[in-house]
C-alpha cells in the first residue's frame, strides 16, 4: 500500500523558477528519503532526513519534514530541464526490524526550457 | 564503483512459465531489498534480505512469488506460473544499514 502521498501529481514551471512539492505520510517514521526518477530509468536517492531532523539542504535542493503534520516538502531552487522527473518521497518505518520503504505516488515535474 | 545491477533488463514470457530475476548489489552492502513497480505508481515492497537470511516478505503477492540470497550477495526472485497481472518493473536496492537504498535499473517484465 501507499503510505506516502506527493502533492501535486503534476507540476509544470518555467527553468529558473522553484519547484517546491509536498508529501504527507500516515505512521511515525526513521527517516524520510526523496528519490527521482527520469523516463524510463531508474530511482536515484536525492536526500534522506532523519525525524529528528527538521531541514536540510544538498546543492539545489531542499527539504524540510514536519513529524507533527506527517508532512515534508522538497524544494528544488532554479530549476533546470533537465530536472524533469518524476519525484518520490520515500518513509522508513520506526519501529522494529521492518526497512522497507513506503513509496507515495510521485509528482511528475516538468521545467520548460 | 559499481552500483547495484540487475538482469536481465527485459525479459517477456508467455503466461505459465516461469521467470528468474537476478540482482547482485552493491559489495559490502547488509541488505537487499526487492520492489516492484507499476505504471505511473511508486515502487511497492515485495520482500527484504539481510544478509543471507529472508527478514521479511509480507510483501510477496502470493505462493508463486519466492526470495533467495544463499550467500548472502547475489539474489534471485523468480515468478511461477507468470500471469498477466505480475507485468511490472521489479526492481532491487541494497543498503549498508538502515538508511539509504540505492536502487538498480529494474528488469521489466512482460507477461503476454
Known amino acids: 500500500s501507499q503510505q506516502g502521498e506527493e502533492d501535486p501529481q503534476a507540476l509544470s514551471i518555467q527553468e529558473g523558477e522553484n519547484a517546491t512539492m509536498n508529501c504527507s505520510y500516515k505512521t511515525s517514521i526513521n527517516n524520510l528519503q526523496w528519490y527521482r526518477q527520469n523516463s524510463g530509468r531508474g530511482l536515484v536517492h536525492l536526500i534522506l532526513?532523519?525525524?529528528?531532523?527538521r531541514e536540510k539542504h544538498s546543492g539545489r535542493l531542499r527539504v524540510t519534514l514536519d513529524t507533527s503534520k506527517k508532512s515534508s516538502s522538497l524544494l528544488i531552487t532554479a530549476s533546470r530541464a533537465a530536472d524533469t522527473a518524476s519525484y518520490f518521497c520515500a518513509t522508513a518505518p520506526l519501529s522494529g526490524s521492518a526497512r522497507q520503504l513506503t513509496f507515495g505516488s510521485g509528482t511528475q515535474l516538468t521545467v520548460l526550457p | 564503483g559499481a552500483g547495484v545491477s540487475q538482469s536481465p533488463r527485459y525479459k517477456v514470457t508467455k503466461r505459465g512459465q516461469d521467470v528468474a530475476l537476478r540482482c547482485d548489489p552493491i559489495?559490502?552492502?547488509?541488505?537487499l531489498y526487492w520492489y516492484r513497480q507499476a505504471l505511473g505508481q511508486g515502487p511497492e515492497f515485495l520482500t527484504y534480505f539481510n544478509y543471507e537470511a529472508q527478514q521479511d516478505k509480507s510483501g510477496l503477492p502470493n505462493d508463486r512469488f519466492s526470495a533467495e540470497r544463499p550467500e548472502g550477495s547475489i539474489s534471485t526472485l523468480t515468478i511461477q506460473r507468470t500471469e498477466q497481472r505480475d507485468s511490472a518493473m521489479y526492481r532491487c536496492?541494497?543498503?549498508?544499514?538502515?538508511?539509504?537504498?540505492?536502487f538498480g535499473p529494474g528488469t521489466r517484465l512482460t507477461v503476454l
Open positions: 536496492a541494497s543498503s549498508f544499514g538502515r538508511d539509504t537504498q540505492y
Open positions: 559489495s559490502g552492502h547488509v541488505s
Open positions: 532526513i532523519r525525524s529528528n531532523e
